[in-house]
């Protein structure tokens, strides 16, 4: 396959990279300056980047922006960490029970619709300019506004103690850690993302999408 410019297509990104150093890797293998992307994907998470090449197509990644996502993800129960995924400091919660599926079908229910989300503090929102994972890093303490979003659907793939399976259908804006996170607080054990894949961006899949590596 050979992109020409001006053109919107999907990567697949691996686990590793930030979505940054993934956009340089692309820049090389295409031989191109302007390229943008929609939608950032955590260094630990891996699956779909839309990317827009040329300026043309980079102007119009903000409609990408707004489009369906759907994501598998693991959830650790059990536990907290201090990124909402495996790269944090992590504290062990002292569960008694565990919660039986019923229990976590039952919770699941609240997290679907429109609902309030704070944002993980390890993210990409600025305050006052600033990334807040940068502020957090330095050891400031930071307080993000919680907003809202959309979560079309939560699907239960397995369940097996500590690990919790989901696919998640989700509007913009929402953040997988926090809703791991916040599922985790809500059952009493504590969670955070074990692993995390984006399948799917609007009408952008794994099928479509182009693997760099072998591009």
């Known amino acids: 396959m050979r992109t020409s410019d001006n053109k919107i297509f999907a990567v697949w990104k691996p686990k590793g990279p930030s979505s940054a150093q993934f956009l340089e890797s692309v820049k090389k293998k295409l031989g191109i300056r302007k390229v943008g992307h929609a939608g950032t994907l955590d260094p630990l998470a891996s699956g779909i980047l839309v990317v827009g090449v040329g300026r043309a197509a ?4 903000n409609m990408t922006v707004g489009a369906e996502k759907e994501y598998f ?13 495996e790269e944090g400091r992590k504290t062990k919660m002292d569960v008694k029970t565990f919660p039986r599926i019923q229990r976590v079908e039952r919770y699941l229910e609240d997290f679907v ?4 989300q704070t944002p993980p503090i390890y993210s990409a929102i600025k305050i006052n300019g600033t990334p807040a994972y940068k502020l957090a890093r330095q050891g400031q303490k930071i307080e993000l506004r919680s907003r809202k979003v959309k979560i079309y659907s939560i699907e239960i793939i397995s369940y097996e103690w500590p690990y919790l399976e989901l696919k998640v259908v989700t509007g913009p804006g929402v953040y997988i850690r926090s809703l791991a996170r916040d599922i985790g607080e809500a059952l009493g054990v504590g969670g955070y993302v074990a692993e995390l894949t ?8 794994r099928e479509s999408a182009v693997d760099v590596e072998n591009y």
């Open 73 to 85: 993800v693991k959830i650790k129960l059990g536990a907290t960490s201090s990124t909402d995924d």
């Open 198 to 205: 984006r399948t799917r961006v609007g009408d952008f899949t």
């Open 58 to 61: 980079t102007s119009r990644l």
């Open 113 to 116: 619709g429109n609902i309030d």
